[in-house]
Nanobody
Framework: QVRLVESGGGLVQPGGSLRLSCVASASMYIEVMAWYRQAPGKQRELVASITSVGSTNYGDSVKGRFTISRDNAKNTVSLQMNSLKFEDAAVYYC??????WGQGTRVTVAA
């Protein structure tokens, strides 16, 4: 069983930065950790993923602006979000395959 707890969401102005964190309480080895997001009226989409050896994958809309990282010893994954845009506003979810989701943390981008 995996329990995921996110933190770090909030309100930010366009062009600003936020850092999201997710702590995984797990009794098993975690190979992949990821962040997804879902905006109102839209499908949930992959933001970024990272393997235990640090291989990363990013959604096209966040490449060059967001950085995912993890601490294997602490079972944490973070998402550094820079140059935020209005369209980045969403609920961000931590995810561990195959089906473990966090409760979500809201990111609001407003002037």
């Amino acid at each position: 069983q995996v329990r995921l707890v996110e933190s770090g969401g909030g309100l930010v102005q366009p062009g600003g930065s936020l850092r999201l964190s997710c702590v995984a309480s797990a009794s098993m080895y975690i190979e992949v950790m990821a962040w997804y997001r879902q905006a109102p009226g839209k499908q949930r989409e992959l933001v970024a993923s990272i393997t235990s050896v640090g291989s990363t994958n990013y959604g096209d809309s966040v490449k060059g602006r967001f950085t995912i990282s993890r601490d294997n010893a602490k079972n944490t994954v973070s998402l550094q979000m820079n140059s935020l845009k209005f369209e980045d506003a969403a609920v961000y979810y931590c995810f561990v395959p195959p089906s473990h989701w966090g409760q979500g943390t809201r990111v609001t981008v407003a002037a």
